[in-house]
């Protein structure tokens, strides 16, 4: 939308001559330069700049819905992938959405990597056995793939498909794994992704990628995470496909307690207070966790594993 | 319009009639009195507001992910459709989504939400106030106006268009930006261009707040910055932004329990409120609402 030509907008030619002279050529070009500026550059008086950028702005402005057409196109896609967790499903109103970003978090051991071989197949699985019916990708970035327990999650949960002939490798067949090296193959996928006819995306376990990163400044750190999730968000609307990624957690230190001014200095019964809570931190800061739609939080209760569901 | 009224009444009042469209105080205080505020849902935070939601007004909410302003934002584009005859303001919202939070099924439960708790506080009354029709989650649904916002370029575009929408549509009561911030972080290099870009989105909105009557809402990320030897909390985009919204709001988590602190207001104490984010959208806090705490 940002890239659309000025020249194709209908503008009266006189003006629309005056943008392409003063090398003013897409949306984005004009609309980024304030009223002023654009009066001196195009030498035409502010009335006519006005309605120039009114037109502009008019056609690059996605176009306008309304929430009850989203609802039915909703209806019309399906809208989620069930996990089989009743609770799970019922909370999320039928189950891992499309079009969305969908984040794991828990400590290392908690299953997460169990939870996403389990969606890998559910994704497989045909849709007369509830199934996406289609092709998966699961990147795998530090190879806790293994497919001999991939196959035996789908033996015990699905026997009558497994057991069958040449289900097994069917089902298999479909689940595509990828185990990029660096951060820089890493983004190359994703961009490939683009052009693979895809059902379910899993990103497995992003931090170990980032860690090698650590030693450089903050900002260079938030930059490199930024620019791939926003890849996959993007991605997940634009396919309409449900993307989950899994994030580690790692426990929060004393010193990095961090409050808004108002709330003052909090004492030390408060911060002793806090810490025994499970105050958990999901790695990769603040920028990831505003841009992530629904998140998982996987903790151990009294010895048994439960997610529950941070929206 | 407005000037000619404005003339009319100081005429009357005896001055004033060189300052064409100029107000006198007092006719502002009978305006001020008259406007309704949107209810939030919950009435310990609509008391600190002075009632909800002020129309005329741009009010920027921050907080950290997960403390609820998108639910917020869905929350009051559904109260600000509340009829007149339930004491609401029987209006439309444009909910600009520059994040893809927006969920339409969160957006529905909501919606069922508030009309079922319509129903429960009128219940004295034996038959609807309103045509059935008009109490109905598809109904709700169809007065928003939902624009997906991809770049800056398209939030600049969406703003300026929104000129033309306004006048088109003329019973919007409420505009939210979920999140005004999100695409002016990142890969912004020339910091003044920033500045520049946003101040003139804010005046703007504003000036739609003032013309068309409705509330602008702003919902906005959080950053750390190092002050005083320590690392703290604040609403991101900077201090030059900081004076551009009327009002200011902060979700943040006090021990257990959702707050709101009320941080910037010409008009407003400081004053902190709780809050609860249930399955019917953000209502009063109940004795026990548990939660896991993620930064």
């Given at each position: ?13 006189s ?13 984005k ?36 819905r ?9 209806a ?41 071989l ?9 849709s ?10 699961y ?17 015990s ?21 990828l ?67 899994t ?5 929060q ?41 629904i ?17 | 319009?407005?000037?000619?009224i ?5 005429s ?10 100029a107000?006198t ?21 609509d ?6 939601i002020?129309?005329?007004?741009v ?12 639910q ?24 600009i ?7 339409v ?5 909501i ?50 268009y ?10 919007v ?47 906005n ?10 690392f ?22 006090n021990?257990?329990e ?12 400081s004053?902190?409120?709780?809050f ?11 004795s ?5 705490r993620?930064?």
């Open positions: 939308m940002s890239n659309k030509l000025i020249s194709q907008m209908g503008l009266p030619s003006l629309a001559n005056v943008f392409s002279a003063r090398n003013i050529l897409t949306a070009d004009a609309l980024s330069l304030p009223e002023f500026d654009l009066m001196a550059l195009l030498d035409v008086d502010r009335d006519q700049v006005r309605t120039a950028v009114a037109r502009i702005s008019e056609i690059a402005c996605p176009p306008c309304t929430a009850l057409s989203l609802m039915e196109d909703r019309l896609t399906g809208g989620y992938l069930p996990t089989r967790l009743l609770g799970l499903d019922r909370a999320l109103r039928g189950g891992i959405p499309f079009g969305a970003l969908t984040e794991l978090v828990g400590p290392s051991g908690i299953g997460k990597t169990q939870f996403c389990k969606l890998a197949l559910l994704a497989a699985l045909p007369s056995y509830g199934g996406l019916n289609g092709r998966v990708i990147m795998d970035t530090e190879s806790k793939f293994h497919s001999t327990r991939l196959i035996e999650i789908g033996r949960s699905f026997p009558h498909i497994f057991n069958s002939e040449g289900m097994a490798q069917e089902m298999a067949g479909r689940i595509i794994v185990r990029p090296a660096s951060l820089d193959e890493l983004t190359e996928r994703y961009v490939q992704m683009l052009f693979v006819l895809l059902n379910l995306a899993i990103v497995n376990f992003m931090y170990g990628l980032h860690r090698e990163n650590e030693r450089s400044t903050t900002g260079q750190k938030q930059h490199s995470c930024h620019l791939p999730l926003s890849f996959l968000k993007s991605l997940a609307e634009f396919s309409q496909i449900p993307i989950v990624v994030n580690q957690v790692r426990s230190n004393n010193y990095e307690v961090v409050h808004y001014p108002f709330q003052g200095n909090t004492d030390r019964t408060s911060c002793m207070l806090e810490k025994l809570e499970s105050h958990l931190i999901a790695s990769l800061g603040i920028q990831w966790a505003h841009a992530v739609t998140r998982l939080i996987f903790e151990a209760h009294s010895g048994q594993y439960t997610p529950q569901i941070l929206v | 319009m407005s000037a000619s404005a003339m009319a009444e100081s009357r009042s005896g001055g004033h009639a060189l300052l064409d469209g107000q105080a007092w006719d502002m205080l009978s305006e001020e009195q008259m406007q309704k505020p949107i209810t939030t849902g919950c009435e310990e935070l008391t600190i507001l002075g009632g909800g002020q129309c005329k007004a009010t920027e909410i921050g907080g950290i992910p997960g403390i609820g302003k998108t917020l934002g869905i929350q009051l584009a559904v109260n600000v459709q509340i009829p007149v005859q339930y004491g609401g303001l029987g209006g439309k919202a444009v909910y989504d520059t994040e893809g939070s927006f969920m099924e969160r957006a529905h439960q919606i069922e939400g508030c009309i079922a708790d319509l129903f429960e506080n009128f219940e004295h009354r034996k038959q609807s106030l309103v045509c059935p029709d008009i109490l109905q989650p598809n109904s709700f649904l169809a007065n928003i106006f939902y624009f997906r916002i991809c770049s800056y370029t398209e939030q600049i575009a969406a703003v300026n929104l000129e033309k929408f306004l006048e088109e549509h003329q019973d009561n409420i505009i939210v930006v979920d999140s005004i911030t999100f695409h002016f972080r990142r890969d912004f290099d020339d910091l003044a261009m920033r500045t520049r870009v946003l101040g003139g989105m804010s005046s703007k909105l504003m000036r739609f707040a003032k013309k068309h009557n409705l509330a602008v809402v702003l919902l990320q959080v950053t750390t910055k190092f002050v005083d030897g320590s703290q909390l604040t609403l991101a985009l900077g201090d030059s932004w900081s004076h551009a919204c009327t009002n200011r709001i902060i979700l943040y988590w021990g257990n959702r707050h709101a602190y009320i941080d910037k207001s010409p008009s407003l104490r004053a902190s409120a709780p609860q984010v249930t399955s019917k959208g953000i209502r009063n806090v109940t026990n609402c548990k939660r896991v993620m930064m």
